[in-house]
């Protein structure tokens, strides 16, 4: 049974970083897609950015081009989103999701695996 399990999250200041780690477990990642996805109170779940586990190619909203990066660790079996110059508007749960798709989908549909999330909070 593949689990996925998000921590990293909390509350921080405009213009702080975080890191949010995602340990995926039960299963052989190789060929997995790993995403990260965000949801606001009141919002639709967003695509934040997502990587391809075995060649490390990865893909970002425009929202978060050049302030986040997306990376993993073999090694750990963990997935990494580095957070710089947060915002409010970042504010939302964050999850992190798996898919055995290649294309680098961005709607949660396509997405077998989710974490329960973890909440990053921006105050201005």
């Known amino acids: 049974q593949v689990q996925l399990v998000e921590s990293g999250g909390g509350l921080v200041q405009a213009g702080d970083s975080l890191r949010l780690s995602c340990v995926a477990s039960?299963?052989?990642?190789?060929?997995?897609?790993m995403g990260w996805f965000r949801q606001a109170r009141g919002k639709e779940r967003e695509f934040v950015a997502a990587i391809r586990w075995s060649a490390g190619r990865t893909d970002y909203a425009d929202s978060v081009k050049g302030r986040f990066t997306i990376s993993r660790d073999n090694a750990k079996n963990t997935v990494y989103l580095q957070m710089n110059s947060l915002s409010p508007e970042d504010t939302a749960v964050y999850y992190c999701a798996a898919t055995w798709r290649a294309d680098f989908p961005t709607l949660p549909t396509p997405y077998n695996y989710w974490g329960q999330g973890t909440q990053v909070t921006v105050s201005s």
């Open positions: 039960g299963g052989t990642f190789d060929t997995y897609t």
